[in-house]
């Protein structure tokens, strides 16, 4: 469990961490969300030890992360551009690992396994490729057999098969009973990741909430009907609109009306006489929830970058050095 306590940050005049509190909690992956400058790396840092609170706490199991006794059995954690020694294998970068921290070099071919590096482990770490680097980094991250895992943008430069491998290896991990605490760009992935969300913004936590009931309270329900016959659907539509929803035209014969249920609109069609040939609720993505949501912490100018999917988030990160 990583418990943050009214956890506050300050550099100078700016607040980058705003009196946070929040509990991250076993058997769950949670996801770590919010615009760029929400104050995730900083957040992040101060969990790990490498930055200290203004006030309050981040604790990992009660304990600070500088009073851990075996960090790396406690805590594991992938951060992005982790300095590695472009000169060292990828199997002497996590044997030095081991070795600093007690754990067996078994454990480091293990490891290499699991992430599938064991054909490149003789090979220099400065030859690696982006998703290479991040496979090594999740290695490095569960070299302790950790209970509680941090991983920072974990499916940066992977391809479609490593992002798959890394949402099984997390949904795995928490099914075992250990923290997952994660931080991603992509919506649509961390939408099919996670169990639970965290997201702030401006340094205020702004929800800390199941996947799903944020996704079912931030979005309005769409449906799209579909109906041959024109002219009663033109009568569907207005009745509609005079009760407040949205409907918006695909075609000819099918439309998209938002705020009202699929119950809603089956009545009135039947009240109507009109025979539908499709009444389907759409599905709500975590993208809209989190734009409404974040809409009024986002910094002045950043609104299009932070709406797009494809975020600059290794701007962000360079900003902070990690
Ligand atoms: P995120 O990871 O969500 O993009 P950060 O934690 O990197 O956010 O940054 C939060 C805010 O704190 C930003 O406005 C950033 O510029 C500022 N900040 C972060 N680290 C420092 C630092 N070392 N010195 C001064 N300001 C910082």
Do not use: C
Not at 159 to 186: E, K, N, Y
Not at 269 to 288: I, K, N, Q, T, Y
Request: hydrophobic share 40%; aromatic share 4%; net charge negative.
């Amino acid at each position: 469990m990583i418990t943050l306590n009214q956890v506050t940050k300050r550099y100078g005049e700016k607040t980058a961490v705003d009196g946070l509190s929040v509990n991250i909690e076993p058997g769950k992956v949670t996801g770590f969300l919010g615009p760029n400058g929400a104050g995730k790396s900083t957040t992040i840092r101060m969990i790990l030890g490498l930055d200290v609170p203004t006030s309050g706490s981040a604790l990992i199991n009660g304990k600070r992360y500088v009073d851990l006794r075996h960090p790396l059995r406690e805590i594991g954690a992938l951060l992005e551009a982790k300095a590695v020694h472009p000169g060292r294998t990828a199997r002497n970068h996590l044997r030095s690992m081991a070795k600093t921290h007690g754990i067996s070099t078994e454990r480091v071919d293990e490891m290499l396994g699991v992430v599938g590096l064991s054909d490149v482990a003789g090979k220099r770490v400065g030859s690696f490729s982006l998703g290479m680097g991040q496979r090594l980094g999740i290695a490095g991250a569960l070299l302790g057999d950790p209970e509680i895992l941090i991983l920072d943008e974990p499916v940066n430069g992977l391809d479609p098969d490593g992002i798959r491998w890394v949402r099984d290896l997390m949904r795995a991990l928490a099914a075992q009973g250990r923290t997952i605490f994660v931080s991603s760009h992509l919506m649509s992935e961390m939408q099919v990741t996670a169990d639970h969300l965290v997201i702030i913004g401006k340094g205020r936590l702004l929800a800390d909430s199941p996947m799903e009931e944020l996704i079912a309270k931030s979005s309005r329900q769409r449906v799209k009907v579909r109906s041959p016959e024109i002219r009663g659907l033109d009568t569907l539509t207005a009745r509609l609109t005079a009760g407040g929803a949205n409907v918006r035209w695909l075609g000819d014969d099918e439309l998209v009306a938002e705020g009202a249920s699929p119950g809603t609109i089956g009545d009135m069609a039947f009240e109507l006489g009109l025979r539908l040939h499709e009444l389907s609720p759409m599905d709500a993505s975590l993208e809209e929830a989190y734009i409404e949501l974040t809409a009024q912490s986002v910094e002045y100018g950043e609104r299009s970058r932070a709406a797009s999917p494809l975020d600059t988030f290794t701007e962000q990160k360079a900003e902070v050095g990690l």
